[in-house]
């Protein structure tokens, strides 16, 4: 058997994190074999790949069209079998959310969830985005593939997962309908990983909003996941939260699961 490290990572605008050199130092020192990574807001042409072709990684890129925004990334130093860009849905797959990665063990999937916008204006978006990611994953699911999901949800699903409960129902993130969709995961059969390996742990977030250092002072929320289906759970051996890497308003977080050796 092999071990495979598989990590997430919002990087929050990759060519400000190229800049400041802490992807090229999570690469080196972490050494994940599978990296997702969300909101780039860059395209291939605009940053120097040598960050990951020099360390053994390929990229796979699903770019939005607005300039800027969204955005997603995968490094694979496992050759995968196939790769897709996106849901085969035009109002999502224009926005670069989905990256999709065939193995022989399982199907990884790098997304970014929409978030809900300002007072709430893209929440119907968001929804129907979570019900056509949902169908996609069943769909696998069904033709027997074995899953593992990973990226920014946009949601904390329990009073575990965001430090001050109250406040956070102001606004997106935390809402009802939003931590609804968690529970139909779990409905579905999935397992999230972290929860599932800490039960009860507290304070373990993944995203710290900048306003008023929030980061230093611990006040975040739990809004970047790694879901596996339950035929996976018995080999993932470990759920971490990188929270000593800087570089974004989020940290990594990611599984080391056993696969069949492939060395």
């Not at 995961?185 to 373990?204: C, I, K, M, N, S």
Request: net charge negative.
């Amino acid at each position: 058997m092999a071990t495979l490290k598989i990590s997430s990572w919002n990087v929050n605008g990759l060519r400000a994190a190229l800049k400041s050199g802490d992807v090229q130092k999570w690469l080196e020192t972490s050494a994940p074999d599978i990296v997702g990574m969300q909101e780039v807001k860059a395209t291939e042409e605009q940053v120097d790949a040598s960050a990951w072709t020099t360390l053994g990684y390929d990229a796979t890129w699903h770019c939005a069209e607005r300039a800027g925004y969204s955005g997603a990334l995968l490094l694979t130093k496992p050759e995968p079998t196939a790769i897709q860009c996106g849901l085969g849905i035009e109002e999502f797959d224009r926005e670069g959310r989905v990256i999709q990665a065939d193995y022989p063990w399982f199907t990884v999937i790098t997304a970014y969830f929409p978030n809900g916008g300002n007072k709430g204006v893209r929440l119907p978006y968001k929804y129907a985005f979570y019900a056509a990611f949902l169908d996609h994953i069943n769909a696998l699911r069904a033709a027997g593939r074995s899953i593992i999901f990973m990226g920014d949800l946009n949601v904390a699903h329990t009073e575990l997962d965001v430090a001050r409960p109250d406040e956070a129902l102001k606004g997106t993130g935390f809402l009802p309908e939003e931590r609804a969709w968690i529970d139909r995961l779990h409905e579905h059969g999935y397992v999230d990983t972290f929860r599932a390996l800490h039960p009860d742990e507290r304070d373990a977030y993944t995203y710290w909003d900048a306003w008023r250092d929030r980061r230093a002072r611990n006040v975040g929320w739990r809004i970047d996941y790694v879901w596996v289906t339950p035929d996976l759970l018995p080999a993932v051996r470990s759920a971490f939260h990188e929270t000593q890497v800087f570089g974004s308003d989020h940290c990594p977080v990611g599984i080391t699961i056993e696969v069949p050796d492939v060395r």
